[in-house]
């Protein structure tokens, strides 16, 4: 690559403002592209923690017997085991009417 010569290489002092807008432009282009992509790697990173945790209520929920997870329940004040990560108050409920 160092051996290609720039066909925009600047012969006058106007072609080298010219390049150097140019450069410009590319490189704000470029560093905004790198913040979107930080921003979407932020993103991943939050979802994939959130992923774990679900897995981890899940297995939890799955490991305990039955019997024993409505006994813990019943003597414990903290909240119950969540089987579902919507949240409780905006779940509809349906009547089964024949």
């Given at each position: 690559?160092?051996?290609?010569?720039?066909?925009?290489?600047?012969?006058?002092?106007?072609?080298?403002?010219?390049e150097?807008?140019?450069?410009?432009?590319?490189?704000?282009?470029?560093?905004?592209?790198?913040?979107?992509?930080?921003?979407?790697?932020a993103?991943?990173?939050?979802?994939?923690?959130?992923?774990?945790?679900?897995?981890?209520?899940?297995?939890?929920?799955v490991?305990?017997?039955?019997?024993?997870?409505?006994?813990?329940?019943?003597?414990?004040?903290?909240?119950?085991?969540?089987?579902?990560?919507?949240?409780?108050?905006?779940?509809?409920?349906?009547?089964?009417?024949?």
């Open positions: 690559m160092a051996g290609l010569v720039d066909g925009r290489r600047a012969r006058s002092p106007h072609g080298a403002l010219l150097l807008s140019m450069l410009e432009l590319e490189k704000v282009r470029l560093t905004r592209e790198m913040q979107r992509a930080d921003r979407r790697c993103d991943i990173r939050k979802r994939l923690a959130e992923i774990d945790a679900k897995q981890h209520r899940l297995q939890r929920f490991e305990e017997p039955h019997g024993e997870a409505q006994a813990h329940q019943a003597h414990t004040v903290a909240l119950p085991l969540p089987i579902h990560s919507a949240p409780t108050d905006k779940l509809k409920k349906r009547r089964l009417c024949y």
